[in-house]
């Protein structure tokens, strides 16, 4: 047999500095995760300077650690792969500065990795899922739909105007006392609810296309609260707060299968796959599976370690172009801003998300 390829990967572009080691046949041979969630809850949101310094000290015992994990050496890697944008800054550089460094030290290939592609090529590891299908991308910081037609080929069909999905529940929970961070809090909240006591509109909903905004609706939200009677009805808010964000992501999404399913004419069961910490929400899946189901899509989530921001995604997407070839300079230069699709009609409005 011949000898498989193994990428280490970091990832550092926002509040998580990881290190992942994988082989070729989607095998993670190390996963190190070290979160600064816990630095940044006080603050109600990621700090970036703050972010920055703490990748900076966490980033090399997270290499260390994951060596140790997967009992190997410098030595035996064939490349590194590190997030090049888009993301904060201050991370970003912290971990393509320290994957230049390993790959000229050990003259290794290096890859510039797009943070979004991680997340878009993941069921790819997870699922061993072949090209083309479609992606939901539902994080703190994106919220798209991508038809992931083949390595390196991305069609966005559609992404927010403004909030992403994660960042809608996080003010969400702050506006209603809950914490930070704010999905998981307003998902429990939202358990002993009404998700119709409170009405709060569904953003861009007589439009006929893919983009999401979410500003309006955490707008409604602290209208509603502020002009409401005390005490106020958390767990009611909380619920119908989560059941607009995900009628959003349904209607958002039914249009996007109708457009992928139109490029496919002759493909059965197309798959669509729900990725990002959005994810990790049981209505919102339970709502997008329903959707799914009933337009014969075959719903593909990868486990939520995956999910989430992690370094094996990244890792993955260095082996992708590792197997062909692909690598990258090493006086590349961290994208800020990084689109997956160059040819992406720009979305009405403004300070449009990448
Ligand atoms: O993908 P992720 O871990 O990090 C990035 O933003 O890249 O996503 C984090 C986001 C946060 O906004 C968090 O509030 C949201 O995912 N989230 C949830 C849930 N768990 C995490 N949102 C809704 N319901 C949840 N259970
Ligand atoms: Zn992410």
Same mark, same amino acid.
């Given at each position: !047999?011949?000898?498989?390829?193994?990428?280490?990967?970091?990832?550092?572009?926002?509040?998580?500095?990881?290190?992942?080691?994988? /082989?070729?046949?989607?095998?993670?041979?190390?996963?190190?995760?070290?979160?600064?969630?816990?630095?940044?809850?006080?603050?109600?949101?990621?700090?970036?300077?703050?972010?920055?310094?703490?990748?900076?000290?966490?980033? /090399?015992?997270?290499?260390?650690?994951?060596?140790?994990?997967?009992?190997?050496?410098?030595?035996?890697?064939?490349?590194?792969?590190?997030?090049?944008?888009?993301?904060?800054?201050?991370?970003?550089?912290?971990?393509?500065?320290?994957?230049?460094?390993?790959?000229?030290?050990?003259?290794? $290939?290096?890859?510039?990795?797009?943070?979004?592609?991680?997340?878009?090529?993941?069921?790819?590891?997870?699922?061993?899922?072949?090209?083309?299908?479609?992606?939901?991308?539902?994080?703190?910081?994106?919220?798209?739909?991508?038809?992931?037609?083949?390595?390196?080929?991305?069609?966005?069909?559609?992404?927010?105007?403004?909030?992403?999905?994660?960042?809608? #529940?996080?003010?969400?929970?702050?506006?209603?006392?809950?914490?930070?961070?704010?999905?998981?809090?307003?998902?429990?909240?939202?358990?002993?609810?009404?998700?119709?006591?409170?009405?709060?509109?569904?953003?861009?909903?007589?439009?006929?296309?893919?983009?999401?905004?979410?500003?309006?609706?955490?707008?409604?939200?602290?209208?509603?609260?502020?002009?409401?009677?005390?005490?106020? $009805?958390?767990?009611?808010?909380?619920?119908?707060?989560?059941?607009?964000?995900?009628?959003?992501?349904?209607?958002?999404?039914?249009?996007? !299968?109708?457009?992928?399913?139109?490029?496919?004419?002759?493909?059965?069961?197309?798959?669509?796959?729900?990725?990002?910490?959005?994810?990790?929400?049981?209505?919102?899946?339970?709502?997008?599976?329903?959707?799914?189901?009933?337009?014969? #899509?075959?719903?593909?989530?990868?486990?939520?370690?995956?999910? +989430?921001?992690?370094?094996?995604?990244?890792?993955?997407?260095? !082996?992708?172009?590792?197997?062909?070839? !692909?690598? +990258?300079?090493?006086?590349?230069?961290?994208? $800020?801003?990084?689109?997956?699709?160059?040819?992406?009609?720009?979305?009405?409005?403004?300070?449009? /998300?990448?």
């Amino acid at each position: !047999m011949t000898k498989q390829s193994i990428i280490l990967g970091i990832e550092s572009s926002c509040d998580e500095t990881a290190c992942a080691i994988i /082989r070729q046949d989607g095998e993670i041979l190390a996963n190190i995760i070290s979160s600064q969630a816990s630095i940044h809850a006080s603050h109600g949101g990621v700090v970036p300077e703050v972010a920055a310094r703490e990748h900076l000290s966490a980033m /090399r015992p997270v290499i260390t650690k994951a060596l140790k994990q997967s009992g190997l050496s410098f030595d035996k890697i064939d490349g590194v792969a590190a997030t090049g944008g888009p993301g904060l800054i201050g991370g970003v550089l912290v971990g393509t500065v320290t994957a230049k460094a390993i790959a000229s030290a050990s003259n290794l $290939p290096y890859y510039a990795v797009n943070h979004l592609e991680g997340h878009a090529l993941t069921p790819r590891f997870t699922h061993n899922l072949d090209f083309p299908y479609l992606l939901l991308l539902v994080s703190g910081g994106h919220t798209q739909l991508l038809n992931i037609r083949g390595l390196g080929k991305y069609e966005r069909y559609g992404t927010t105007l403004d909030d992403a999905a994660g960042e809608a #529940f996080d003010k969400a929970a702050k506006i209603l006392g809950l914490g930070y961070p704010g999905g998981p809090a307003i998902e429990e909240a939202a358990k002993s609810g009404n998700p119709t006591a409170i009405k709060l509109p569904i953003p861009r909903q007589r439009y006929h296309d893919c983009h999401f905004s979410f500003s309006g609706l955490k707008t409604a939200l602290a209208n509603a609260a502020s002009t409401h009677p005390e005490p106020l $009805p958390v767990c009611d808010f909380a619920a119908s707060m989560q059941s607009a964000i995900s009628a959003c992501l349904v209607n958002r999404s039914a249009i996007a !299968m109708e457009a992928f399913i139109s490029s496919y004419k002759h493909r059965e069961q197309p798959s669509f796959v729900v990725a990002g910490g959005v994810a990790a929400n049981t209505q919102i899946r339970e709502d997008l599976q329903n959707l799914a189901s009933s337009l014969n #899509f075959t719903m593909v989530l990868p486990p939520l370690e995956f999910c +989430t921001d992690n370094a094996a995604m990244i890792a993955w997407v260095g !082996m992708e172009y590792h197997q062909i070839g !692909m690598n +990258t300079e090493l006086d590349f230069a961290p994208r $800020p801003r990084w689109p997956l699709d160059n040819n992406a009609t720009p979305p009405p409005g403004r300070g449009v /998300r990448q």
